[in-house]
């Protein structure tokens, strides 16, 4: 079956300007979660989407969004970029809840310039 | 809150070596516990998960045990391959009131020398 899948693979995007990250979860999961990866801060939570409503949200700046549609595909924004938003981001996503295990995708490499 | 702490990399091992990586965890009540491997350019990908007490997790040659007396989860692998090079994280699985997460140590970057 497919996997997650993440769009764009890689973005480059100057200081000032907004972005929109797109994540397709694994048929039938309900249950979408973006990650922020960084060299310094290692792995961060954003926020957990289940059934179109945000269940839970990290501790981010409100430049950072997201929502999910009633086919559970999601999507991140991020406004007014900087250059500290450079990273990777990973969405993942499951059947139900958490302790089953999340399936990853390849991520977005975003930077910011 | 809850934390994951894991054993400072890098880890450098030559082919067949066992491997230990350790992971230490601080949680209220009872998470389930997990070890991810990040391969070069690529996303997560789950290796093993233990949901309760002394539940060993085993994947791949790779194995886990949830131990609550000391809060650990430390990964072992008896004879590790040059494939083995990636970088690993413990993660325990964090809900609260439906609100749900994982909470990741800071990552293990593992190489295997020929």
């Known amino acids: 079956k497919a996997g997650v899948t993440q769009t764009p693979r890689y973005l480059i995007k100057t200081r000032g300007q907004q972005v929109t990250l797109s994540c397709s979860p694994i048929?039938?999961?309900?249950?979408v979660s973006w990650y922020q990866q960084t060299p310094g801060q290692g792995l961060q939570f954003l926020f957990e989407?289940?059934?179109?409503?945000?269940?839970n949200k990290g501790n981010f700046p409100g430049r950072f969004s997201g929502r999910q549609f009633s086919n559970s595909r999601s999507e991140m924004n991020v406004s007014t970029l900087e250059l500290g938003d450079s990273a990777l981001y990973l969405c993942?996503?499951?059947?139900?809840?958490?302790?089953?295990?999340?399936?990853f995708g390849s991520g977005t490499r975003l930077t910011v310039v | 809150g809850n934390s994951v702490t894991q054993m400072e990399g890098p880890v450098t091992l030559s082919e067949e070596a066992f491997l230990t990586i350790n992971c230490t965890y601080t949680?209220?009540?009872?998470?389930?516990l997990f070890w991810y491997v990040q391969y070069p350019g690529e996303g997560l990908q789950l290796l093993l998960k233990?949901?309760?007490?002394?539940d060993k997790g085993s994947n791949k040659g790779f194995e886990a045990t949830y131990r609550k007396e000391t809060t650990s989860f430390h990964l072992e692998k008896g004879s590790v391959q040059v494939s083995d090079s990636a970088v690993y994280f413990c993660?325990?699985?964090?809900?609260?009131?439906?609100?749900?997460?994982?909470?990741f140590g800071q990552g293990t970057r593992l190489t295997i020398n020929p």
């Open positions: 989407y289940f059934s179109e409503t945000q269940r």
């Open positions: 233990a949901t309760k007490a002394d």
């Open positions: 993942a996503s499951s059947f139900l809840s958490v302790d089953y295990g999340y399936t």
């Open positions: 993660a325990l699985s964090e809900v609260i009131q439906g609100a749900q997460k994982l909470v």
């Open positions: 949680a209220t009540g009872y998470p389930s």
């Open positions: 048929s039938g999961h309900r249950s």
